[in-house]
């Protein structure tokens, strides 16, 4: 092997570890569960990989979109079946069930009280915190399109995108989950 060869071949193992090291950095997220305490779960995972200096980014999908709508939306202009939809959905973090003993809506409301007397930061605010700090969140574009939500019925500071942006985000990531 001439110098120029091994100059090469050592450029490029610099330049896969370079890459390497950038990858460490991201998590990517799937969320495509709208009950409470796995949406719980995603953002606690996302807020401690921040705390980390992780570069994380969601996407949400399917029923995990629950947890990033508005409490209120107008439904003016949208089919009926849209309008049902929205209807029969939670809307927002505060109004998710529980994947496991809801009660009919009881059991959110005894974890909420459970963690407000153990001083566990509720989801609405682990939301604002992870968002604050860096958190860039993905709402699927073509779940919202099946399901009759617009992007003016998200939080703020939402993108929308499609599957593209998941795989751009995941292959850049040493960690993908999906809750």
């Excluded at 719980?40 to 029923?63: C, D, P, R, S």
């Excluded at 959905?89 to 009881?106: C, D, E, V």
């Excluded at 574009?141 to 751009?168: P, W």
Aim: with cysteine; aromatic share 8%.
């Amino acid at each position: 092997m001439s110098n120029e060869d091994i100059s090469k071949r050592v450029s490029e193992i610099e330049q896969r570890v370079e890459k390497l090291e950038v990858n460490r950095k991201n998590l990517t997220m799937v969320l495509f569960s709208g009950d409470f305490d796995k949406v719980m779960a995603a953002f606690i995972v996302a807020n401690g990989a921040i705390a980390m200096g992780k570069e994380v980014t969601m996407f949400v999908t399917f029923w995990g979109l629950d947890a990033i709508k508005k409490p209120s939306m107008n439904t003016a202009g949208r089919s009926f079946l849209e309008k049902m939809v929205l209807w029969m959905r939670p809307k927002g973090p505060k109004k998710l069930g529980t994947s496991k003993m809801n009660f009919a809506g009881i059991g959110p409301k005894l974890f909420m009280y459970m963690m407000g007397k153990k001083k566990v930061e509720p989801l609405h605010s682990l939301i604002d915190i992870a968002m604050e700090y860096g958190l860039k969140i993905i709402a699927c574009q073509m779940s919202m399109d099946v399901m009759g939500i617009r992007k003016e019925d998200l939080l703020d500071n939402i993108e929308v995108g499609g599957v593209a942006a998941f795989l751009s985000s995941a292959y850049d990531s040493t960690t993908t989950l999906f809750v």
